[in-house]
């Protein structure tokens, strides 16, 4: 075997850091949302023109939350701490579609509920079934916000795309299950 001289492997070594330390464009750079600042502000907007959703704005200012849009493909998953919220949208999605604006009720609901002791996330140390149990509310609770904003917004202010993104969503039959229990409770 052939061993390299200790200058062969300086040589290959800063090759090897120069290509690594090559300018990518910022969009290749950037994990953030192009429209990061536009797409909070919309969302924000459309959830300040409900009760529900005004709660979670003012539950927002209180604790003083960051809130991130990520740069992401076809799903807007998110996913929440304690002290953030963070979204996903694909850069090809229009930036005042509703369904961002449900998925960041979630995401902001998902937050709120860390500081909730019924709702918040158990270690899997406590015990499997306890954790699951647990996520399962916390899905539930998640999902009874969402369809209550979608409600206001669909129902209350004459803005059906909400629900036909809630549709789009595959929890259209929620907000009429909202709306029966209303009307019924």
Same mark, same amino acid.
């Given at each position: 075997?052939?061993?390299?001289?200790?200058?062969?492997?300086?040589?290959? /070594?800063?090759?090897?850091?120069? /290509?690594?330390?090559?300018?990518?464009?910022?969009?290749?750079?950037?994990?953030? &949302?192009?429209?990061?600042?536009?797409?909070?502000?919309?969302?924000?907007?459309?959830?300040?023109?409900?009760?529900?959703?005004?709660?979670?704005?003012? /539950?927002?200012?209180?604790?003083?939350?960051?809130?991130?849009?990520?740069?992401?493909?076809?799903?807007?998953? #998110?996913?929440?701490?304690?002290? +953030?919220? $963070?979204?996903?949208?694909?850069?090809?999605?229009?930036?005042?579609?509703?369904?961002?604006?449900?998925?960041?009720?979630? +995401?902001?609901?998902?937050?709120?509920?860390? #500081?909730?002791?019924?709702?918040?996330?158990?270690?899997?140390?406590?015990?499997?079934? +306890?954790?699951?149990?647990?996520?399962?509310?916390? &899905?539930?609770?998640?999902? $009874?916000?969402?369809?209550?904003?979608? #409600?206001?917004?669909?129902?209350?202010?004459? &803005?059906?795309?909400?629900?036909?993104? $809630?549709?789009?969503?595959?929890?259209?039959?929620?907000?009429? +299950? #909202?709306?029966?229990?209303?009307?019924?409770?």
């Amino acid at each position: 075997m052939l061993e390299k001289s200790a200058e062969d492997k300086v040589n290959l /070594f800063t090759k090897l850091n120069g /290509f690594l330390k090559k300018e990518k464009p910022p969009e290749k750079r950037m994990i953030r &949302h192009p429209q990061e600042r536009e797409i909070i502000n919309i969302a924000l907007a459309n959830l300040s023109h409900c009760d529900m959703g005004r709660a979670l704005l003012s /539950f927002i200012d209180e604790h003083h939350l960051d809130i991130t849009v990520l740069r992401g493909r076809k799903n807007r998953d #998110y996913a929440s701490s304690k002290n +953030a919220v $963070f979204i996903s949208v694909g850069t090809n999605m229009d930036i005042s579609d509703p369904e961002i604006t449900i998925h960041m009720a979630g +995401a902001i609901r998902e937050t709120m509920q860390e #500081y909730d002791q019924r709702l918040r996330r158990l270690s899997v140390d406590n015990s499997e079934n +306890a954790y699951v149990l647990r996520e399962e509310q916390k &899905h539930e609770d998640k999902l $009874f916000w969402q369809t209550g904003i979608v #409600y206001e917004m669909g129902r209350l202010h004459d &803005h059906s795309e909400y629900i036909d993104a $809630f549709m789009l969503m595959g929890y259209g039959a929620l907000v009429d +299950a #909202y709306e029966r229990d209303l009307n019924h409770g």
